[in-house]
């Protein structure tokens, strides 16, 4: 079975750009959640999904955003890109909602904004 | 305070050598903890779950301490490969999201 699978694995883009984060969750995880994590921190929560709609967000601006399909993918959006946004994205896959499921992760979007 | 916090490090330690990290935790009600090892640049991946005391896993121990809300990793025999960063994981029981803390570094050396 494949496991989570993100794209792309590297972005370069410029302040005020917009971007588009993609997730596909493991078979039969109904449950996709974002994670941003800069150099020296872990990851902190960003949006969580199950079932096609928003359970849980984190302290991130407006300028985030994000959705799920009916296949459970993911996409998050970032809009008017700032320095400070450059870090690896992950998206974590579980079988529930609850943050108390073991949640598996891909391999992350590395983000660097210019 | 933190919700979860973790001693940064960096622990260098010999191969072959026992290493032990803590994390404290800030919810006295947290049921679930996780640790996740990290590599360099790489994604978080999921060493090992602890519900109840304790979990055991080969060399790797966790245990925990609710009354002084800590959980521990215990390495034994350490190997080059078990160099990374670990993640502690306390979420609290109704969050939809794990919270991590910071990491432990960890350099096995030959």
């Known amino acids: 079975d494949a496991g989570v699978t993100q794209s792309p694995t590297h972005l370069i883009k410029t302040r005020g750009q917009h971007v588009t984060l993609r997730c596909s969750p493991i078979?039969?995880?109904?449950?996709v959640s974002w994670y941003q994590q800069v150099l020296g921190q872990g990851p902190q929560f960003i949006f969580q999904?199950?079932?096609?709609?928003?359970?849980g967000r984190g302290n991130f601006p407006d300028r985030f955003s994000a959705r799920q399909f009916p296949n459970y993918s993911s996409e998050l959006n970032v809009n008017a890109l700032l320095l400070g946004d450059s870090a690896l994205y992950l998206c974590?896959?579980?079988?529930?909602?609850?943050?108390?499921?073991?949640?598996?992760f891909g391999q992350g979007t590395r983000l660097t904004v210019v | 305070r933190k919700e979860v916090e973790q001693d940064p490090g960096p622990f260098n330690v010999p191969e072959g050598a026992t290493v032990a990290f803590n994390c404290t935790y800030s919810?006295?009600?947290?049921?679930?903890f996780f640790w996740y090892r990290q590599d360099c640049r790489k994604e978080p991946k999921l060493l090992m779950s602890v519900y109840s005391s304790g979990n055991e896993d080969g060399r790797f121990t966790a245990q925990l301490n609710r009354a002084s809300q800590y959980i521990s990793l215990l390495i034994r025999d350490s190997k080059l490969s078990d160099s990374a960063t670990y993640l502690c994981?306390?979420?609290?029981?109704?969050?939809?999201?794990?919270?991590f803390g910071s990491g432990t570094q960890l350099t096995v050396l030959p």
């Open positions: 919810n006295s009600a947290s049921q679930s």
């Open positions: 999904y199950y079932e096609k709609e928003e359970r």
């Open positions: 974590a896959s579980s079988l529930t909602s609850s943050g108390n499921t073991e949640a598996f």
């Open positions: 994981v306390a979420p609290a029981p109704s969050a939809r999201q794990l919270t």
């Open positions: 078979s039969g995880h109904k449950s």
